[in-house]
């Protein structure tokens, strides 16, 4: 697997757009262009996808392919609306209901966004190296899978990322449309110094953009979780040693 770096001068924020479901008749387009917005007027903003920005109904789907827009049109909405900010994406990684194409047709839709847009597709595990100034930061990113409807079970598919990706100082996923973060001490072996060494990472369920009222969530009986994104902000190295990782929630 290929690790992309980055490198910045100053700190920078990394937004999250994951679970838009473009298309699906309760996504809060207003919201999301909002978040478009958002990355669009700040220099020091940028921005990641952990999937499913379009819902893809197809008639062999769970979604209702008769209350949603074709993916023809939801694609050609999207592509329009990323293209302002197409050059902050710092990449893209494969997602389930984008995959329903490829199921069905051999399609790959996440790799016509990417290549539409000019962003970098990352597949289904990315991994990145983003540098501030002098801190590195490893990024993994990753769509998600499982289910519930507990807390706990909507962060437990995020953890388990790192067995993947050991020692990587942030994990985002998506996929459980809740919005959730929490920290984990690791410890790892340093060859190169044979001493045992601690490391904080970070895990980052991000948000989604789809409205309550209507949703298959209610249909579900499942609860309201509030509408938005994950900001991850990445700063310049403090005190010539450590890290600093700060999340947020956009609304």
């Known amino acids: 697997m290929n690790i992309l770096t980055y490198?910045?001068?100053?700190?920078?924020?990394?937004?999250?757009?994951?679970?838009?479901?473009r298309g699906d008749k309760t996504c809060n387009v207003p919201l999301f262009l909002k978040a478009i917005d958002y990355i669009?007027?700040?220099?020091?903003?940028?921005?990641?996808s952990t999937g499913d920005i379009l819902n893809v109904?197809?008639?062999?789907?769970?979604?209702?392919?008769?209350?949603?827009m074709s993916l023809e049109d939801e694609y050609t909405a999207l592509i329009k609306e990323l293209s302002p900010i197409k050059n902050k994406c710092l990449g893209i990684v494969a997602s389930n209901h984008h995959r329903r194409l490829k199921n069905l047709a051999g399609f790959n839709l996440d790799r016509r966004i990417c290549e539409a847009l000019q962003i970098p597709?990352?597949?289904?595990?990315?991994?990145?190296?983003v540098v501030c100034g002098r801190a590195s930061y490893y990024i993994a990113l990753h769509h998600?899978?499982?289910?519930?409807?507990?807390?706990?079970?909507?962060?437990?598919?995020?953890?388990?990322?790192?067995?993947?990706?050991?020692?990587?100082?942030?994990?985002?996923?998506?996929?459980?449309?809740?919005?959730?973060?929490?920290?984990?001490?690791?410890?790892y072996i340093?060859?190169?110094?044979?001493?045992?060494?601690?490391?904080?990472?970070?895990?980052v369920v991000?948000?989604?953009?789809?409205?309550?009222?209507g949703s298959y969530a209610q249909d579900y009986k499942l609860p309201p979780r509030p509408q938005g994104a994950s900001i991850v902000t990445l700063s310049r190295r403090y005190n010539?040693?450590?890290?600093?990782?700060?999340?947020?929630?956009?609304?």
């Open 7 to 21: 490198r910045f001068e100053n700190e920078i924020a990394i937004v999250n757009i994951g679970d838009v479901h």
């Open 40 to 48: 669009k007027r700040y220099d020091s903003v940028y921005w990641v």
């Open 57 to 68: 109904a197809l008639k062999t789907s769970v979604s209702d392919c008769y209350e949603s």
């Open 121 to 129: 597709y990352l597949n289904t595990l990315g991994v990145l190296d």
């Open 144 to 187: 998600g899978v499982g289910s519930g409807r507990k807390r706990g079970s909507k962060t437990n598919s995020t953890e388990t990322l790192s067995q993947l990706v050991p020692g990587a100082d942030i994990y985002m996923e998506g996929h459980t449309h809740s919005f959730d973060h929490f920290i984990n001490e690791e410890t």
């Open 190 to 203: 340093d060859k190169k110094r044979q001493l045992l060494t601690k490391l904080n990472s970070y895990f």
């Open 206 to 213: 991000t948000g989604h953009f789809l409205q309550y009222d």
């Open 240 to 251: 010539g040693k450590d890290k600093r990782v700060k999340v947020e929630f956009f609304q």
